[in-house]
């Protein structure tokens, strides 16, 4: 039976993938699922919810005493509140990572090697800074712009080498801008790339706080799921030490993003977008990438959306409405 | 009057750091030089020594109450020790860096953002790892194969990002192998790269754990106190935010190294080398890089020897008969 660990699973992109680990069964219908997160958007028969902070001294600890084979480790202060609080950021987003990465470890002395859980850790394309090739390819270097990035590299750097001695095997993938994100915005700066398409298809304004010229990198909450639970499957010697991997998606600019929405929804829906130049937002997003050729994950089978339409569609299917 | 302080000034580069800072005073005559570290090999006349742990958890603190204008930060477990024991290594060879930066922060701010030290890092060529291109350029990714490069590599990405808030001016010089290293073998997988020239020009027999078609990328200490002290008058907006530099130095095989040992001590000296392969340290080595193109540092005025006779000469005329 295998038992699953979701931290981070009260977050957006927790919720999908226990959503996904529940019905899909990918592990088999006696997987068991634990959720870990801050709180919870509502009970859930996903799995068993557990609330706390993982940057809290005891609570990787705890989290390892479960010995868990499978754990998704989503938690993380997002970029802009990251960018404002520099030592929370660094704080939740590297130094609990340590501190669960030591308490795995732990176990696996302890079981005198028996113990170790795959480990697969959600990265993002802020590891990479400004300025880019036309398309980042697989060896091109991580020089993060913002604390997030520096953040994601840093603990990604942990990852790899806990797997490399064998306490782990775990993997990081390099998640592009999710995109439609349901619910409400967040704190994170790249938080208007979804509500330009959330919001107008509810209705409601939204404002656009960078040029429409901005090109960036996507893939829908449910192929963010999807890349989770296959790096959850993958034979990792196929990675041959490499265990970072940027993760495909769609390259589109903020025009082409509106025009896949009048496409959808007509231009009344598209007309509800407002252009209010935000100068710490447009400085944040120009120190981000652009377009990837991602052939190691695709070689490895990864699978994302081929176009922005596609990207609407996901978000209309599964979350509109709910 | 410019306060210097050398962590890790006990060590073969430091040593050699304050001894040109002492009688090259490339930071004027009254520049007060403070070296730190477990120990030293002699009292100096190079500046004033502190016997401490950068480990320890005061350690940081203290150092950084005393405000010093600009910090060198050479102290690490070197590779072979850290690759045997993982935690003293990652608490060396990132965490007290981390506590460090933090202690510097602390400083920033009480002075209301006044204090903002220079900041100079001995990273390594070991946060790569292969496979590689034939040659790696400035824009190569940081994958590396040991838990030494891993935490050089981590602690750059924290460098960076202290230096991007302004808290720090810093930046990470990526050592090639230091070579001809005086005084006696230590416990890096590199060490008998040096082992090799140094003990038959001392009469001495060394041994060669790796087969003498291993090309490597190596610098003399002289160059690398070079280095360390351009590195530390660098106007660092020339950066453009990416603060870690790939440094000069000289390509070559084993053989090459051989023969250059030959050309400047004949064929006797040369025949003092044993072969006996070693496993571990071939496989250590295995992942290390071989050749680069320092386009960047070069450009920035960074200055290395040009061939491994030029690297034989520095040690005959730094350190041979001392």
Redesign the interface.
Known sequence: MTQILVIGGGGMLGQKLAQRLSTENPFGPDARVTLFDLGFPSPSAAGEQIVGDIAAPTAAKALAARRPDLIFHLAAIVSGQAEAD?ALGWDVNLMASWALLNALKDEHDASEGQYRPRFVFASSIAVF?APF?EKIDD???????T?YG?QK??SE??V??FS??GYIDGLSLRLPTICVRPGKANAAASSFFSGIIREPLNGVEAVLPVADTVRHWHASPRAAAGFLTHAAQLDTARLK??R?LNMPGVSCTVAEQIEALRKAAGANTANLIKYRPDPTIDSIVQGWPRNFDTKRALTLGFKAETSFDDIIQAYLEDDFGR
């Open positions: 520099f800074g090739p060896e091109f270097l991580s020089a993060p712009l604390s520096a590299a840093a750097l942990m790899s080498d490399r001695k030490g490499r970072a």
